[in-house]
């Protein structure tokens, strides 16, 4: 699969520090950029049949639908498009207008992840978003009535400017837009963010995490009661709406990444970053170079990702798979650390699988760092 960063945004949100530049000439020069890195690397994944292309990173949906479309037709010089491929776009609520919409219905993306976070301003206020609740809506049912039906929306729970009543009313409200994949995150306070600075000087509460784990719990269970598989810790789909790149990324495979800062992996032990800097990244492809660094992940890296990444899923990490990659060092000490947690009830074999009971997801991060090899 491949990953699209698309380093434009016209936002600073309170919960980050990702800005770029829009103008014209930088917007020319990045997409140029960008489709030169796509042939220089044409060679680097084993398998050339995509089944997912996917544009994140910053604002991708602020790029005209030509230009998204001429990404799209320079991944396919070099790449065999699956059947069934998904193509997913990020959106801003404020960017899909009825004429983006028309014209990006007459494109290959056939997915919309939608940044909508909240559906109350208050929220929306503090999260420093530029829509409002009412756009949040009405672009969800615009891109209905152009016949995007996989769907995916962002939601924000644990917010301070919000409460459970609400919380209750925004999973309402996702249920009867009829959106069939949930992404969904407990608000988190980053250094040198501006909503760390609020919490600091005391003009807003820092999120609390029993309440957060309410809300977490409750969603579950909703979500559930309304035909949603959850499928991995932050994700909810229905039957045939589960996201194929993010579940490429849990199940270890391997992806290309484009862009500054676009991560890759070749499913084995290499795993490579290009260049954050967006000058740099430009400079070094006008002169026919990668801007990126590689790295070879030792046994103890892989086998940390591994239960850091199967363990947050409703697979689990592949017991049989884990036994052929590791030394008999390594699967002694992963032996010995299980075994508690199987008699304490936190871990589970189900089919030879290791698996976090849901009932403890919301700790998942924590019991896959004890069991690391340091």
Sequence with gaps: MIYLHIPFCKQKCSYCNFHFSTSLNFKEEMIAAIKKEISLRKNELENKNLKSLYFGGGTPSIL?????????????????????????????????????????????????SIGTQSFFDE??????????????????????DFGFENISIDLIYGSPTS?????????????????????????TVEPKTTLNKWISQGKI???????QNK??????DFLKDHGFEHYEISNFGKPGFHSKHNSAYWKYQEYLGIGPSAHSYNGRNERS?????????????????????????????????MLMIGLRTIWGVDLPSL????????????????????????????????????????????????????
């Design 64 to 112: 005209k639908v030509d230009e998204l479309k001429s990404i799209i037709d320079e991944v396919s010089k070099y790449f065999a498009f699956d059947q069934n491929i998904e193509i997913t776009l990020e959106a801003n609520p404020d960017d899909l207008d009825k004429n983006f919409l028309k014209e990006l219905s007459q494109t290959a993306i056939n997915r919309l």
């Design 123 to 144: 929220d929306l206020k503090m999260m420093n978003r530029v829509h409002n609740s009412g756009e949040a809506e009405s672009s969800i049912k615009r891109a209905q």
């Design 163 to 187: 409460n459970f009543e609400i919380w209750k009313e925004n999973l309402n409200k996702t249920i009867e837009l009829e959106v069939p994949h949930v992404s969904s995150y407990a608000l």
């Design 205 to 211: 509460n820092a999120p609390k995490e029993a309440e």
């Design 215 to 220: 809300e977490f719990y409750y969603m579950i």
């Design 273 to 305: 970053w290009n260049v954050a800097n967006n000058k740099l990244y430009i400079n070094f492809l006008n002169e026919n170079k990668l801007a990126k660094e590689t790295e070879i992940l030792s046994e103890k890296d892989q086998f940390n990702e």
């Design 323 to 374: 036994n052929q990659k590791f030394n008999e060092e390594i699967l002694n000490h992963f032996q010995k650390e299980i075994q508690h947690k199987i008699e304490d009830g936190i871990l589970i074999i189900e089919n030879n699988h290791l698996k976090i009971p849901e009932k403890h997801w919301f700790l998942a991060d924590g019991i896959a760092s004890d069991l690391f090899l340091v």
